[in-house]
C-alpha cells in the first residue's frame, strides 16, 4: 500500500494526526527491518504482511469504575493515555517488520484503563472473533495504574475458511503495586497464519500473571514477553500449545529481570501430534545489577507420533552474580508402563492417551488462577485431541 492511501484511509476512520503519523512511520520502516528471531524455527517463507483498508469497531459494555473502549475510540477520547502509552513504552514500531506492519495496519482493538487504587471483583473478558475474509491486527492496551487488581480473559475464534492472516499484539503497562491476572485461549482457524505478540512492562512490586492456551489450528509464531523493572516486579507465565495435522509453531517466551529482587518463572507444556512441528524456546535474562532476582523456568513437550518434531530451548542470560537461575526441559514420548497400567484397567487406547496427556499438562492447568479459564482449555485440550486421533488413524 502507498503511503497516501494509507494516510488516505486513516483520515476517512477520523484518526487524528499523531496517529496518522505513527501509521506512516511505520510503513516506512518497516520493509528494512528484520523479522522477529525465533531460534530453530524457519518461516522466512510465510507471507504475512497484506495490505489492510477494513477497519473493525469493538462494541463493549461501560462502566464507571474503569475504562474499556474501542481502540479507535480511545485515540480521540483519551489522546494523552494513547500517546503516552500505544506502541511506545512496552512495545515500539520499529522492533522487528511484524511490529511495523502491526502499528501502519492496526484495524481492530480494545483500550483498558484501570485508575490508581481500584479493585475489580469480576473478570474482564474480551472476546475477538475473526472473519478469515479480513487480516486479523488486533491490539490490546492495558494500563494498570497503582494499587489495582484485576483479572482480563481474552479469547480469540476465527469464522470460514478462507486464508488469512493475524497479527496480534498485547500490552500490559503494570505500575507500581499492581496484580494483573491476564488469561487466553486462542482458537484460530486452520487457514490463519498467525503473529502474537504479548509483553508486560512491570513496575516495583507489581505482578503479572500469564496463562495462555495455545490451541490454534494453523501456523503461528509467538513472542511472550514480561519486563520486571521493577525493584520485587514478578511474574508467573503458563502456556499450554497443542499441535496436529502439519501444523508448525515456534514460541519465544521470556522474562528479562531488571529490578532488583525481581522474580520471573516460565512454565510451559506442548503436546505435539501427527507431522506437527513445535519449538519452544524459554528465555530467561538477568540484567547487571537486578541482584537478589531469580529466573526459573520448564519446557517440556510431549511426542504423540514418531513423525512429529518437538524442540525445548532452555537460554537463560545472566548478567549479575547474586541471583537465583534455574532451567529444565525434556522431550519424549508418551510412558507406556502408564498407558499399559490404564489400559490394563479395561480403558481403551484412545482415552488412556488423553488421561497420560491431561497428567502432563496437570502442573501448568493447575496453576491457571481462572477456573473458567481451565474449564475452557480443558474442553478445548479434549476437543483437539479427539480430532488428532481421528487424523493420525486417516493418515
Given amino acids: 500500500m502507498t503511503p497516501d492511501k494509507l494516510v488516505q484511509i486513516a483520515t476517512e476512520n477520523n484518526e487524528p494526526e499523531w496517529f496518522i503519523q505513527k501509521r506512516r512511520m511505520a510503513l516506512d520502516v518497516m520493509d528494512e527491518l528484520p523479522l522477529p528471531e525465533i531460534q530453530r524455527f524457519d518461516f522466512h517463507n510465510w507471507q504475512m504482511t497484506p495490505d489492510v483498508s477494513k477497519r473493525i469497531r469493538t462494541s463493549l459494555p461501560s462502566n464507571q469504575n474503569y475504562v474499556l473502549t474501542d481502540i479507535f475510540d480511545a485515540i480521540n477520547d483519551y489522546p494523552e ?16 517488520k511484524f511490529t511495523a506492519y502491526h502499528t501502519a495496519f492496526m484495524n481492530q482493538g480494545v483500550f483498558l484503563y484501570v485508575p490508581k487504587n481500584t479493585v475489580i471483583d469480576e473478570p474482564i473478558e474480551i472476546n475477538f472473533e475473526q472473519d478469515s475474509q479480513t487480516p486479523f491486527i488486533s491490539h490490546i492496551l492495558i494500563v494498570a495504574e497503582e494499587n489495582t487488581q484485576f483479572s482480563f480473559i481474552q479469547k480469540m475464534t476465527t469464522k470460514g475458511d478462507q486464508d488469512s492472516v493475524a497479527n496480534c499484539i498485547v500490552e500490559i503497562v503494570a505500575e507500581a503495586n499492581s496484580n494483573i491476572k491476564y488469561a ?25 500473571d500469564w496463562s495462555i492456551g495455545m490451541m490454534n489450528s494453523g501456523n503461528t509464531i509467538a513472542d511472550f514477553d514480561t519486563d520486571l523493572y521493577g525493584e520485587g516486579s514478578h511474574s508467573e507465565i503458563k502456556v499450554v500449545d497443542i499441535t496436529s495435522g502439519r501444523q508448525q509453531q515456534g514460541i519465544n517466551t521470556r522474562v528479562t529481570n531488571y529490578g532488583k529482587h525481581s522474580i520471573g518463572n516460565i512454565n510451559q507444556r506442548g503436546i505435539i501430534m501427527d507431522r506437527s512441528r513445535l519449538i519452544f524456546n524459554g528465555i530467561g535474562h538477568i540484567i547487571n545489577g537486578a541482584s537478589g532476582s531469580n529466573a526459573e523456568q520448564q519446557n517440556r513437550v510431549l511426542m504423540m507420533s514418531s513423525k512429529a518434531h518437538g524442540d525445548a530451548n532452555p537460554i537463560l542470560l545472566i548478567d549479575e552474580n547474586d541471583v537465583l537461575a534455574g532451567h529444565a526441559a525434556s522431550v519424549g514420548q508418551v510412558d507406556q508402563k502408564q498407558l499399559y497400567y490404564l489400559m490394563s484397567r479395561g480403558i481403551d487406547k484412545k482415552t488412556a492417551q488423553r488421561l497420560v496427556i491431561r497428567g502432563f499438562l496437570g502442573d501448568v492447568l493447575v496453576s491457571i488462577p481462572s477456573k473458567q479459564i481451565r474449564e475452557q482449555l ?18
Fill in 81 to 96: 493515555l494513547l500517546q503516552k502509552y500505544y506502541m511506545q513504552k512496552v512495545i515500539k514500531p520499529d522492533e522487528n
Fill in 184 to 208: 487466553a485461549v486462542d482458537e484460530l482457524g486452520e487457514n490463519v497464519t498467525s503473529y502474537l505478540s504479548r509483553r508486560a512492562y512491570v513496575g516495583q512490586n507489581a505482578y503479572v
Fill in 378 to 395: 480443558v474442553q478445548t485440550i479434549e476437543r483437539k485431541l479427539e480430532n488428532g486421533q481421528q487424523v493420525s488413524e486417516n493418515s
